[in-house]
Structure formats: C-alpha cells, structure tokens
C-alpha cells in the first residue's frame, strides 16, 4: 500500500523505529507545536504537521504540561495578547537554541541551519523596511558569531550575509514585495539545503528524517496563499 500522505509517512515511521529515533521526530515537530500556539491565539486554523492537535495544544497550555517550560515561561513573562503576538519570534528563536543542545546529527545541523537563515532572513528585511537591526536583534545573543555579524552592519545600508547565505539574499531581493512568491522560493532554499545536509546513498535515521522533513515543507508550500505568506514571514521580525 502505497504511502500518500504525512500521516502515513509519521506512522510508518513510528512503527519501524526505536523510541529514542522516534524522540527525533518528536523534537522536529514540536517546532510546529510551539508556531501553532500563534495562530491558536489568533483563532486561526493550525498546522496538522505537529505533535498536538488543536485540543490537545490547548490543554497543554492551560495545564502547563507536555510543551518545554520556556514556552510556559516565555507566556508568563509576556500578559497580554498583544505583547505574546509581539514577541513570538523571541519564543521561536528560544526553541532552536534550547533543541540544539541536546539534538544530534541531522536533526542538530538543521535546527541550526533555520535558526540562521532566519536571522539572515530577517536582517535583510529590517534594512529594506529601514527599521532598526539592533532593536529586531535586542532578545539574541549579542556575542553570537551570526548575530554579532548583522550587528557589525547596523550602520550599512544592505546587509551582506555570510558566504553560504548569499543565495537567500538574492531570492529575497528577487521577489521583494510578492510574500507568496517570496515564500515559496524560500520553501525551495529550505528544500534544497536540507537535500544537501545528508549522504542519500547511506539509508539512516537522519537521511529518513531529512525526508520527512522535506515533504513538510513541501506539503506546507502548497497549503500556502497570499495573505498567510505574509503572515508567516511577518512573524520573522521580532518587535
């Protein structure tokens, strides 16, 4: 029986592997649990792709169980609906940080690798936007090698990213002021790097999870129209 949807990808996955494979896939999900508390908020539809339902998303956030205690946190520290809008990106920039440290293989290198085009990303648009690089940047680490790199260019008039980031500064000067076509040729960049992040003639849990995490993104891309595009991309900038 052929496999045709992610649920069945997630489900065959479950079953062929060991629990601490599976945790694997837990953690990269969970990326998507912790972005869905956004549109949860907004009383907008969430991504099917995480670990939570809608309803069990919103148990854990009334029970303060399941999700990681810096979600808790961050959400105590910020009371209002607007301030938890406001700084979302803070929370997610929280999630690869915290993951990071203890992931592995695969699943480390990538958490790494959207943690920085997300920086870039959104360096590139506080300069085209004229907003300020050092207030979008005031929740990082300031001696962070890719942040303290943005930092160093506050004062430039076009960011210049590191040499493996200068293909996303072309595509988001290619398609500056189209969200969706912007969107999709970031899916495509995300697509592609990730093909390139493991050895496809060695079958492995990371070159399964590199999979997987593909056919999100593909998945994702086409379920996109205008208006969430933007939003999506909004959600990069941090104040």
């Keep these: 029986m052929p496999l045709d949807s992610f649920s069945d990808l997630i489900e065959a996955f479950y079953m062929n592997t060991s629990k601490k494979d599976q945790q694997q896939l837990t953690s990269l999900r969970l990326f998507i649990d912790i972005s869905n508390i956004r ?5 907008e539809e969430i991504d099917r792709q995480g670990n939570l339902s ?7 956030l ?4 399941i999700l990681p205690q810096y979600v808790f946190d ?26 990071a440290e203890h992931a592995t293989g695969f699943l480390r290198a990538f958490f ?4 920085e085009w997300r920086l870039v990303l959104l ?3 506080a300069k085209s936007m004229h907003r300020d690089v050092v207030q979008e940047l005031q929740f990082e680490d300031p001696l962070d090698p890719l942040v303290l790199h943005i930092l160093m260019q506050k004062d ?31 899916a495509e960049y995300r697509f592609m790097h990730v093909r390139e992040m493991v050895d496809e003639s060695a079958f492995s849990v990371d070159r399964i ?11 994702h891309k086409n379920r996109l129209d205008t208006m969430r595009g933007k939003m999506i991309l909004d959600t990069f900038k941090t104040s």
């Design 112 to 115: 790494q690798f959207e943690r």
């Design 209 to 219: 999870l590199a999979y997987l995490t593909q056919v999100m993104l593909l998945e």
């Design 74 to 99: 961050f959400l105590e520290s910020h009371k209002t609906l607007d301030e938890k809008l406001k700084y979302f990106p803070v929370l997610l920039a929280q999630f690869f940080l915290k993951e």
């Design 156 to 186: 430039a008039a076009v960011y210049e990213p590191p040499e493996e980031y200068k293909a996303l500064k072309e595509l988001f000067f290619a398609h500056l002021g189209d969200p969706l076509m912007q969107y999709n040729a970031l």
């Design 123 to 125: 360096a590139l648009r």
């Design 62 to 65: 009334l029970h303060q169980m």
């Design 54 to 60: 809608e309803k069990d998303l919103e148990e854990a």
């Design 39 to 43: 549109p949860l908020f907004l009383a």
